[in-house]
């Protein structure tokens, strides 16, 4: 009986699983000095960024990123966040997210 249990509850798993998704592009290229890299998925979901590598050789070396990615949500809506982050921190922006109010 613990089997049949069991085996009802896999079974009920497996069928709620969702479907393969299978990486559709996939192109990078990394460097000592900056790198880029941008892929695709079967489902929709995208990301790509580009970073460089600032003030080389200085007490304030730091990397400097640009990307987005998006992606289907649950509940069908579309997503996509554009960022950068630098020495200001991470700074996301996309039409579903809050923003501050002016001061």
């Not at 509850?9 to 592009?25: C, K, N, Q, S």
């Not at 990307?67 to 949500?73: A, D, M, Q």
């Amino acid at each position: 009986m613990k089997f049949l249990i069991v085996f009802v509850a896999l079974f009920a798993v497996a069928l709620a699983a969702p479907a393969d998704v299978v990486i559709v592009r996939n192109d990078a290229d990394v460097g000592p000095e900056s790198f880029n890299y941008a892929y695709e998925t079967s489902d929709g979901s995208s990301a790509s960024a580009q970073g460089q590598l600032q003030n080389i050789g200085s007490e304030n070396e730091a990397i400097s990123v640009k990307g987005s990615f998006k992606y289907i949500g649950d509940d069908g809506q579309n997503y996509e966040v554009s960022y950068i982050a630098d020495e200001n921190g991470f700074q996301p922006s996309g039409a579903h997210l809050p923003v501050a109010p002016v001061a």
